[in-house]
């Protein structure tokens, strides 16, 4: 009963340097999010998907790239790393739109860019 | 813009004290209004979940509140205990269910 999985857990990167977050869900959700967490400054919305293959923009999405190739997995990227994106990031998914939509969390990529 | 606040950002009770956490919330045009626990270092757990068209959820010692038409959700802890010592997040859902949080709030109960 996995829900949704966050790989890696940690990584430090280098500034300039790239990677790629991986988000996957198995509860057949068509929704997905990345979040980060910034002390002081609560959970903000980076990038969504309402369906495999789509990808919109959140609240703070300068730096990072998605892709949802797979209904399964939303993968978040950066392609060059900034200190201003050390964070911890969290995924997200849920199962459609509506007011009895639930959303499910991952455990979160601690994100350090030195 | 939707904006969420909780006020405090932190606090501090005996164990076995009731205890209200609030929320305020600036746009009433809202799916649902979801409690969230986070552990320090761990993820975000879903405690309550208050459709828009509903007034109140109970779940044990929990039970949250939500008026839309002020803008003001509630998340009351009986007899609060120290397990209970946690960063409590509340969160509204507006379109394509995307949510937007507060800050949280730091509780800590003292045996």
């Known amino acids: 009963n996995a829900g949704v999985t966050q790989t890696p857990k940690f990584r430090v990167l280098k500034t300039g340097q790239s990677m790629t977050l991986l988000c996957a869900q198995d509860m057949n959700h068509e929704y997905m999010y990345w979040y980060r967490q910034d002390p002081g400054m609560g959970l903000r919305l980076i990038h969504y998907s309402v369906g495999e293959g789509t990808t919109a923009k959140g609240e703070v999405p300068d730096g990072y790239n998605v892709s949802r190739l797979k209904k399964q997995n939303f993968l978040l990227g950066l392609e060059s790393a900034a200190p201003s994106q050390t964070s911890v990031y969290f995924c997200?998914?849920?199962?459609?739109?509506?007011?009895?939509?639930?959303?499910?969390f991952g455990q979160g990529t601690r994100l350090t860019v030195v | 813009k939707q904006e969420v606040t909780q006020i405090p950002a932190a606090l501090s009770v005996p164990e076995g004290e009731n205890l209200v956490l609030n929320c305020s919330f600036t746009d009433s045009a809202i799916y649902n209004l979801q409690w969230f626990r986070q552990d320090p270092g761990k993820g975000l757990t879903s405690l309550l979940l208050?459709?828009?068209?509903?007034r109140e959820q109970t779940s044990g010692r929990l039970n949250a509140s939500l008026d839309k038409s002020s803008g003001r959700s509630t998340l009351y802890i009986a007899a609060s205990q120290p397990g209970d010592s946690a960063t409590y997040l509340c969160a509204v859902a507006g379109a394509n269910s995307k949510l937007t949080f507060g800050k949280g709030i730091t509780l800590s109960v003292r045996p």
């Open positions: 997200a998914s849920s199962h459609n739109t509506g007011p009895n939509t639930e959303a499910f």
């Open positions: 208050i459709q828009s068209s509903q």
